[in-house]
């Protein structure tokens, strides 16, 4: 079912006979989404400079070669038809301070470690997917802000972007550069780290081998001047996937314009206002065929939101004929701040959120086929794991943007789910009819022989529905 990839010198050449047979679509080149309107652009002074960098990196060899990204189209497809299981994890927005042995290990060391979880206890083959090597931007809310000194300057867009010093805003196109050859670094140390672990173990067996060969980058593709500079023919050469967010995937807009040529498998971001009649168009205008393994959506709707958004959205999806890979992003739904302005997360309302998901797609007879999750390979102290725990302070706070899991939460996020579908399974539930105008969708899902979770999770609504900001992206 899994094939392994071949040799480097004949994905080279499959890489190139892919490329030269490929038929672009309609109307679509790397740089068609330039005549549609964009959101969270970055406006740079100059544009010369900008124009001279993306022609610099468009002549530099790919990150990726195209048989590379084939082959996670194929795995993809895989997760799509429940035969297999993602697990997305990394930063929220890369530093290029990072880019260090120890950091980058441990990064890969913590999916390496929840791949083993997952596999031991769904029983099938796991795919890791780094948001590593190229997530150095990020969407943001406003433009700008305010200082404690009133003073008013650009926001920090990531380190591809502009520094994060308060002087130093202002968006820099040679910063592409640096993130480009970072990124290069960055995959070439993950391919170290892959031969050693193939060395140091006996691999008797061909699925034993295909695992080692399931590890892939990615990043949301947000500078999209970047992007098409990357983009050789369908083919974005930087990462194996891609992502748009909640932001920047209005139909009309670049960024779907520019994903839609894409060989690449991709992600598209849906949060709790997302219309069912909508998704299907955005579905429609990404992939007419409906392929597998090329879309995934991946849902972020807070842990509140589960119940009331997510069957509608199934329900359309199938009806219309698509078989998109379902992943639950449960971290950027489950935001908040604190009473000193800090933002966090509560890795219950994290555990919650995916236990909710997985059980709603079990009712409509659709497969969670992943987690996507930020967190840190760092003994970082960002987040929070429940409420009671909200005053601890956050002496280890370093993200450049969005609050991570430490890995000892993320472990125990993994687990909290592989444990959940293990005891979901025992009590003898597969998928049921869900009635989305059910009362009480727990007891329309079987739950209630689970009933010291459910007792749990309602617990939980009650304490910190007045806590739930709006989802930050």
Not at 19 to 38: F, K, Y
Not at 97 to 123: E, S
Not at 218 to 224: F, I, K, T, Y
Not at 456 to 473: G, H, Y
């Amino acid at each position: 079912m899994l094939m392994e990839l071949q040799d480097a010198s004949m994905a080279y050449t499959t890489s190139l006979r892919q490329m030269d047979q490929l038929s672009e679509p309609a109307g679509w080149s790397p740089d068609s989404w330039r005549s549609r309107p964009i959101t969270q652009d970055i406006i740079y002074p100059d544009l010369a400079e900008l124009n001279q960098v993306c022609e610099q990196i468009r002549s530099m060899p790919p990150l990726v070669l195209p048989a590379r990204i084939e082959y996670a189209r194929e795995m993809l497809a895989e997760a799509a038809n429940g035969n297999a299981f993602v697990i997305q994890g990394g930063d929220c927005a890369e530093n290029f301070d990072d880019v260090c042995y120890d950091i980058v290990h441990t990064k890969r060391a913590l999916l390496a470690k929840q791949q083993q979880i997952l596999q031991a206890r769904l029983g099938k083959p796991i795919l890791e997917i780094g948001r590593i090597a190229g997530q150095y931007a990020k969407p943001r809310s406003m433009a700008s802000e305010t200082l404690s000194c009133g003073t008013v300057v650009g926001t920090f867009r990531g380190h591809n972007v502009n520094s994060f010093h308060p002087k130093d805003r202002l968006p820099d196109p040679r910063r592409l550069l640096i993130g480009h050859h970072l990124a290069a670094v960055t995959r070439e140390y993950l391919k170290i780290l892959e031969k050693k672990d193939v060395l140091s173990m006996s691999l008797e067996s061909r699925s034993e081998r295909s695992a080692c060969n399931n590890f892939f980058t990615s990043h949301e593709a947000l500078n999209l001047p970047l992007e098409s500079a990357l983009t050789r023919n369908q083919y974005n050469t930087s990462a194996e996937f891609l992502w748009i967010g909640e932001r920047s995937r209005a139909i009309d807009g670049a960024h779907i314009e520019y994903i839609r040529g894409l060989r690449n498998p991709f992600g598209v971001k849906i949060g709790p206002t997302t219309e069912a009649a909508e998704l299907v168009k955005v579905l429609n205008f990404l992939c007419p065929d409906r392929t597998i393994g090329r879309i995934t959506l991946i849902t972020r709707l807070g842990f509140l939101g589960v119940e009331r958004c997510l069957p509608k959205l199934i329900e359309a999806v199938k009806a219309s004929g698509h078989r998109p890979l379902w992943m639950c992003d449960p971290c950027h739904g489950n935001t908040i701040t604190t009473s000193t302005g800090i933002k966090t997360r509560v890795v219950e309302s994290i555990v919650a959120e995916i236990k909710k998901t997985f059980v709603v797609h079990q009712a409509c007879g659709t497969y969670l086929g992943g987690l996507h999750l930020e967190q840190s390979g760092e003994d970082v102290t960002e987040c929070i794991d429940s409420m009671n725990s909200i005053d601890i302070g956050f002496p280890r706070y370093r993200t450049l943007c969005d609050p991570r899991l430490s890995p000892r939460q993320a472990i125990h996020v993994i687990e909290e789910f592989t444990s959940f579908v293990q005891e979901y399974r025992s009590a003898g539930h597969t998928g049921l009819v869900y009635s989305s105008s059910s009362s009480d969708p727990y007891l329309e899902l079987g739950i209630l022989r689970l009933s010291e979770q459910v007792a749990a999770l309602n617990a939980l609504n009650a304490e910190q529905a007045q806590l739930i900001r709006q989802p930050v992206a």
